[in-house]
């Protein structure tokens, strides 16, 4: 196999890639999110129970989309450095982050939770007890103190909002949600005491309910599109698994009892999620009841149960992450398998290479301090860790190269007889100690670094507006100007030239001419970022055959 089939193969095995992600996107695509309001109903706040035994449901009723749960008299706002959030004691009800402006509309800042019908996105925490009166989600809780409006002061680290529920047995708790500055995880803390003359059996649910998320906008090049949307779970036992939206009723409601692990809603960029503490026995489910806005989608974690004797007192705890899929800061979180969340691949060796490339990229970015700059400089490691491969294979080139004149003499020898041309030519290979296949492997390697970057670029918000210089600045979306895929089909175009050709099929030869072409219009759409990383390899990979065809050339002659 010589170069250029190579690289033919390589380019079919790239386009075949993307329309099977397309292929996949449309089949996954969920159903139109259904915007009509839920009537009201009687039924349990928390719906059946998650398994035989498990804790029962809670009274209480659902509320319709015309009384929406912001509209409750005890809710509060809060405002920190790095979020904006609505609570009323058993909700989150919406959450805003500041510092990331929307795509779609960057006058306002990204919204994770909303109370608007077609939106609807909530978190939400009750109890549910045996034969006992629980605080719910939706009614219960009130604040704890007379303030409506929390915002973290300067120099303050942390922000404590309180509410709490005093039951007719007796049982009160007091659950306070901890803010701490520049971070997106918020601390749960709730503080139960038995004041009463019985003992108390009851359970702590976490979950998070919301209606279907519309499509995301752009082409099959952009990475909005690829961007998993749907529930999350991880589990120390099967680790981390995921459903898609429509695969909800499909693939059967979940029912996983766990010790510690952690679910979440994610999406392009963000996610939200429930982390409990790691010892505390739960039990996950999924579930979709109508609700606000028509269909909720709910994952939930029940447990730990508590038995509570009169005089005593406990208490629990979990962090609510309401955020970017930042690297950083999940690490900095130290909670198991919660580095999954940022979702670079569905398959775990592409994710696992796509996070080896990202530790690279964020090291670069460290001391080099652009991204893009940091992009560039990733090509240059890349090139270095292959250069073995490269050398042998443009020394295969270069000798392929020196055996164009022998080769069209054997292929004008046997005109039309390809069978006669193929063996001829293999002796000929043979007899010069030249490898066909010699140069290929390098091209192959590339395949799924480039694929993983695909992944790495479009999925790390740390990139997110990222700007490098002059017209590019967001390397997550295309280039405005479309200057870089320009100069890629140029590069293309000079690298094709210099790659020996001799005993190519006509039809192949006249497809490689509208390679650089045909490249240059799909990488037109891809993420400015990606196509930086393809421009840099495609010019250090010209000035590399530029140098070792000239090396391992002809030999000068003797005068």
Not at 301 to 317: C, I, M, Y
Request: charged residues 15%; glycine residues 8%; positive net charge.
């Amino acid at each position: 196999m010589n170069q250029t089939r190579a690289f033919l193969l390589f380019a079919w095995l790239l386009v075949a890639s993307l329309l099977w992600m397309e292929w996949t996107r449309e089949k996954a695509a969920p159903p139109p999110a259904t915007t009509s309001t839920a009537t009201t109903s009687t039924t349990a706040s928390v719906p059946t129970a998650v398994g035989p035994g498990a804790v029962p449901t809670a009274p209480g009723t659902t509320p319709t989309a015309s009384a929406t749960p912001a509209a409750t008299a005890g809710a509060v706002t809060v405002h920190t450095d790095v979020l904006n959030a609505t609570l009323d004691g058993g909700q989150m009800l919406q959450a805003e982050l500041p510092g990331y402006p929307d795509l779609d509309d960057p006058t306002r800042p990204v919204r994770l939770f909303s109370t608007d019908p077609a939106h609807y996105f909530a978190a939400q925490s009750g109890w549910v007890a045996t034969g006992a009166p629980a605080p719910t989600h939706l009614s219960g809780f009130v604040p704890a103190e007379a303030t409506r409006a929390y915002s973290m002061a300067p120099g303050a680290t942390t922000l404590d909002v309180p509410f709490v529920w005093t039951g007719a047995n007796g049982v009160t708790i007091r659950r306070t949600y901890t803010f701490t500055r520049g971070s997106y995880a918020v601390r749960v803390h709730d503080e139960v005491v038995n004041a009463g003359t019985a003992p108390w059996q009851a359970s702590v649910y976490r979950q998070l309910s919301r209606t279907m998320p519309e499509a995301p906008k752009g082409g099959f090049t952009s990475g909005r599109v690829f961007a998993f949307q749907g529930a999350a779970w991880y589990s120390p036992q099967d680790k981390y698994e995921k459903r898609a939206f429509n695969k909800f009723t499909d693939d059967g409601a979940l029912s996983k009892k766990v010790t510690g692990g952690w679910i979440a809603f994610l999406q392009h960029h963000f996610f939200t999620a429930w982390i409990p503490q790691p010892g505390d026995a739960t039990e996950f489910a999924t579930i979709t009841p109508n609700g606000i806005g028509g269909t909720n989608y709910v994952i939930r974690e029940v447990g730990p149960t508590v038995n509570l004797a009169p005089g005593q007192k406990l208490s629990t705890d979990a962090r609510l992450w309401v955020g970017p899929k930042s690297v950083e800061q999940i690490a900095a979180a130290k909670v198991p398998g919660l580095e999954r969340a940022v979702d670079f691949s569905s398959y775990t060796t592409m994710a696992t290479l796509a996070g080896w490339l990202y530790a690279v990229l964020a090291w670069l970015h460290g001391f080099i301090g652009n991204w893009g700059w940091s992009i560039i400089g990733l090509v240059v490691l890349i090139k270095l860790a292959l250069l073995p491969l490269a050398n042998a294979q443009y020394r295969s080139m270069a000798k392929m190269r020196r055996l164009q004149p022998k080769l069209q003499q054997l292929k004008e020898r046997h005109g039309e007889d390809r069978q006669q041309f193929q063996q001829a030519m293999m002796e000929l290979y043979r007899k010069e100690k030249v490898n066909p296949a010699g140069g290929c492997l390098p091209i192959f390697v590339q395949m799924p670094i480039f694929l993983a970057l695909y992944w790495m670029l479009s999925e790390s918000v740390e990139l997110r507006h990222a700007p490098w210089m002059l017209w590019i600045h967001d390397l997550t979306a295309r280039d405005p100007y479309f200057v870089l895929p320009v100069i890629n089909a140029a590069v293309m175009f000079v690298t094709q030239k210099l790659t020996p050709t001799a005993g190519m099929d006509p039809a192949q030869a006249k497809m490689m001419q509208f390679m650089p072409l045909a490249f240059g219009v799909m990488f037109a759409f891809f993420p400015s970022g990606l196509v930086l990383y393809w421009v840099t390899n495609g010019l250090l990979t010209l000035a590399q055959q530029w140098y070792f065809l000239r090396k391992y050339g002809e030999p000068a002659k003797k005068n």
